[in-house]
């Protein structure tokens, strides 16, 4: 059973950067691949980014490319998401998830693919 935390949420004003982190526990760290996914006010739970087990298989939703970063460090079992040039749109609470990954070259964009969430972490852009 893996458990997941997130911290690093906050409220910051449109233009600004936070840096998420998710920490793990309960599991092998690196057999899993990490995702991030957002829950707006009134709406789905939508992707957001992931990252395969070895670090190098990531993929971004359209929106946030080119604004966040994810990635890994395996030695600390902890995942982060880096935004950069936040706006108001980004608003949502922000969760991680992980999933049993057989190799480093798997990442997953589809919610149902992730087993563990965490329990969320709030971010606010003020515009």
Known sequence: QV???ESGG???QAG???RLSCAASGGIFNLYA????RQAAGKEREFVATIGRGGSNIDYTDSVKGR???SRDNAKN???LQMNSLKSDDTAI???AAKFSVANSQAFTLRSDYVYW???TQVTVSS
């Open 10 to 12: 906050g409220l910051v």
């Open 68 to 70: 966040f970063t994810v």
């Open 34 to 37: 990490m995702g991030w996914f």
């Open 16 to 18: 600004g950067s936070l």
């Open 94 to 96: 922000y969760y991680c």
């Open 3 to 5: 458990q997941l935390v």
């Open 118 to 120: 965490g329990q969320g």
């Open 78 to 80: 902890t995942a982060y």
